[in-house]
Structure formats: C-alpha cells, structure tokens
C-alpha cells in the first residue's frame, strides 16, 4: 500500500513537471514563429529603402509634409552604402537627389499657400521662430538646418522657406550641398566597417529595430496626413 503511494506521489509529481515542459516548449515554437515572421517582414523593408529605387522614393517622400520616417534615409544610405564597391556614391548621390526632389515639392507647396497659410501646419509660435531664423541667417542658414539630426523637423522649415520667400536658388544649392555633406560622410563610413555592419544587419536585434522603426513612421504619417485633413477641412469652412 505504502508503494502504490509512493508510486502515485511520482506519477503527481511528474505531471506536475511535463505540463510545464510542453507548455515551455509550445513558447519556444511561438516565439521561434514570430521571429521568423518579424525577420521576414523586416528583410523585404529593408530589401525595398535600401535599393536605388527605394532610396530615392523613400528621401523624397521624407521631404515632404505628409510623410514622416525619422531616420529612415540615413538608415537605408548605411544599409546600401555597407556593401561597398560603387554602392557609397551611388547611395549617396540617389539619396540627395530624392531628397532634392521631394524638397524642391515642399518648397512649392509652401510659395503656394503663402505665409499665412503656414499657420495650418505649424502654431504661431513657431512661425515667429521661423521668421526670427530667416532674417538673421538667411537662406543659407534655413538649408544649413539640414545637418541637424532627426527627429528634428527640416521638412517645415523648408515649407516655410517657400511661404516667406526665400531665395530659391540659394536654398537649394545650399540644400545640396549640406545633404551631399551627410550622406556622404554616413555612406564613407558605412563603406569603411561594411562587414562588421553586415553582420549586424543579420541579426535579430537589427530586425527587430526595423519593424519597431516602420511602426512608429507608419503612425507619424497617419497623424501628418490626418493633421493635413483637419487643416484643409478648416479652411473650406473658414
């Protein structure tokens, strides 16, 4: 009698231990799912921004005003630059012409709605700090703000130089220049520690980077063009 107890007191205790077995091995399989999953999604982001077409679509919708990815180009001029070769100046040079490209649209919105229609994208306050800016600097200091790093906010400032009439000509070529400056500097060093770069974009930590990243630029952008819609829907009724 006393060895059936004894028996079954094994028997409990074992069921008490494969239940948590299998339901730790049940969180592994998930876990190992996801990653897959996360690193799948990743890997196609990442294969899209850091191809010449992606690059350049991606600096160019940065530049516009219903559109935010902090950090994104500089990323994908690192992730296409770090595989040497030609792919430094050729990031490089795509990266500033989207940019360009997507500048030059803002900067025409901006002459569009003049300066008091920047009052529907930005508060008054910063308007003023705007117009302190330009008078002390100029054109060259506005496009100069580019070197500033994100999340800092250039696509506004470029948007206001159109509205206050800023000379275009000096914007841009400023513009150029600065955006030549950091691209290049970014690609120059990613082509210097491309293998051990390389390597990191293997892992999951990088991934994980990614999608966490794509999250956060995929609901800057509903607010930005949500924001637009509430400004438009103001000015229809005022």
Known sequence: MA????TAGVTRQSGGVVAPTRLHARLTQMSWMTSDIVRTVSSWIVAFIASPLGIVALAALDSTVFFTFPGGVDAAVV???????AFPWIATLLATAGSV??????????AKIGARGLKRYMSD????RIRRKLHNTG???MAVLDLMPPPFPFTLFILAAGALTVDATTFFVTL?????IRFGLEAMLAGLYGMALLTWFDSDVFHEIVI???LVGLT???VSLARLRIANVNRVVQ
């Open 125 to 128: 306050a910063r308007v003023t």
């Open 3 to 6: 060895q059936r107890q004894a």
């Open 79 to 85: 992730i296409l630059a770090a595989r040497g070769g």
């Open 139 to 141: 054109a060259v200091g």
């Open 101 to 110: 490209a997507g500048a030059a649209l803002t900067f025409w919105m901006g």
């Open 176 to 180: 150029v220049v600065c955006r030549l």
């Open 220 to 222: 800057l952008t509903i």
């Open 212 to 214: 966490a990243l794509s």
